[in-house]
């Protein structure tokens, strides 16, 4: 009895399984997305962040001067502004341990990034830099356990005057939840990797490794850690379903060149180095 039980539950769980990673089944076109090297948070350097640092208007320049797509990362004030940068806090990009999100963008903007002349810019002055001459993939940032509507309700409302190409993506599954019922023709994406951490058992973590937090968004595509593109889940989205994949973060020019050689993702997103062409 016990085996003729694991013979049908098993494979019922399997099915279950593969059904709620699965994406979105009739997604908006997004041609100019797939193919395409974008430059993380711009094209700066890791070594000369003093210089041209990461998601400032310098690296966004020089990413579209080069031609290269940019991958950039989104914010709301707590005044309400949308500002470009990576981090929760401002520990490592301007040396004080606050919160981002608990500063108005005026307070924001009179920090240096890594001690170059370079403010943390608002979104729409991005946007208006780059003007649609390379495509974007669009990180929009929210804590797991804060309200997802404000930031993303605000980006909508920016991208919908937009006229460049642009996609979305978010750790956050309820960013992606967000957009499939505000904004479906915003083509989305779940970002993801391989969560292990020693002596922790986190379920959103575990649920996010395995994409099973694609039951929520129903995403057009999957960004996956590049590192971790043999995970069961990856290669499910990949070789079962044919879904849409970006691949983040490549950091040398060999790594990139496998990657492109296994066709193991439709876009790559890179940082350290300047790849010989935009896209492949």
């Excluded at 309400?80 to 500063?103: I, P, Q, Y």
């Excluded at 994949?245 to 993702?265: K, N, S």
Aim: charged residues 25%.
């Amino acid at each position: 009895m016990r085996y003729l039980f694991l013979l049908i539950i098993v494979p019922v769980l399997a099915l279950i399984y593969v059904s709620a990673i699965a994406g979105r089944r009739r997604r908006p076109d997004a041609p100019d997305f797939f193919r395409r090297l974008y430059a993380h948070r711009g094209l700066f350097s890791p070594q000369a962040q003093n210089k041209v640092p990461e998601n400032s208007l310098a690296a966004f320049r020089l990413a579209v001067e080069h031609g290269f797509g940019i991958e950039l990362d989104v914010h709301v004030s707590a005044d309400g502004e949308l500002f470009v940068f990576h981090d929760d806090t401002l520990s490592r990009a301007c040396g004080e341990n606050v919160l981002v999100t608990s500063l108005t963008y005026d307070e924001l903007s009179s920090r240096f990034l890594f001690g170059s002349g370079e403010h943390i810019p608002r979104f729409s002055d991005v946007l208006k830099l780059i003007g649609g001459k390379v495509p974007l993939i669009v990180e929009v940032k929210c804590a797991p356990r804060e309200p997802v509507a404000p930031v993303c309700e605000r980006v909508k409302r920016m991208l919908d005057g937009y006229s460049g190409v642009y996609v979305i993506e978010s750790f956050n599954p309820g960013v992606v939840h967000w957009f499939r019922k505000n904004a479906p023709y915003v083509f989305r994406g779940q970002l993801s990797e391989q969560f292990f951490t020693p002596g922790q058992r986190d379920p959103a973590r575990f649920a996010l490794h395995h994409l099973l937090v694609n039951i929520l968004g129903r995403p057009d595509f999957v960004a996956y850690n590049c590192r971790h593109r043999r995970a069961l889940a990856f290669r499910i989205w990949r070789r079962l379903y044919r879904m849409p994949a970006a691949g983040w973060t490549v950091r040398d020019a060999d790594t990139m060149r496998t990657l492109i050689r296994e066709d193991a993702y439709d876009c790559l997103i890179f940082e350290g180095f300047v790849p010989d062409e935009t896209s492949f």
